[in-house]
């Protein structure tokens, strides 16, 4: 099984910034979307955001004007800079991309990277 190795996440006081960084392995290939995800505890994966090939992004309502996505296809890694941090931002922060491995579709994911905003 094909993991993806998310990095950056810690405790940061509200008001603070992380930058979260996604590396993912080369044997995926024809990636288009990369983005990440976040779950709280009681609560459902939600995005966050996402980036085409093509440097088009989405994000989330909730974090639109605080975070940035961007991608480096040289290194074949993704981040996210997470500015203006809330205590509602805590969550568990989970990388995704979908790409073709053996010649299948699928989405990859990270095992996640706790992020914690204090009060």
């Known amino acids: 099984q094909v993991q993806l190795a998310e990095s950056g996440g810690g405790l940061v006081q509200a008001g603070g910034s992380l930058r979260l960084s996604c590396a993912v392995p080369?044997?995926?290939?024809?990636?288009?979307?990369m983005g990440w995800y976040r779950q709280a505890p009681g609560k459902q994966r939600e995005l966050v955001a996402t980036?085409?090939?093509?440097?088009?992004?989405n994000y989330g309502d909730s974090v639109k004007g605080r975070f940035t996505v961007a991608r480096d296809n040289a290194k074949n890694t993704v981040y996210l800079q997470m500015d203006s941090l809330k205590v509602e931002d805590t969550a568990v922060y989970y990388c995704?991309?979908?790409?073709?491995?053996?010649?299948?579709?699928?989405?990859?994911w990270g095992q996640g990277t706790q992020v914690t905003v204090s009060s």
């Open positions: 995704n991309v979908a790409g073709t491995r053996w010649g299948r579709w699928n989405d990859y």
């Open positions: 980036i085409t090939s093509g440097g088009g992004t």
């Open positions: 080369r044997m995926i290939l024809s990636i288009n979307v």
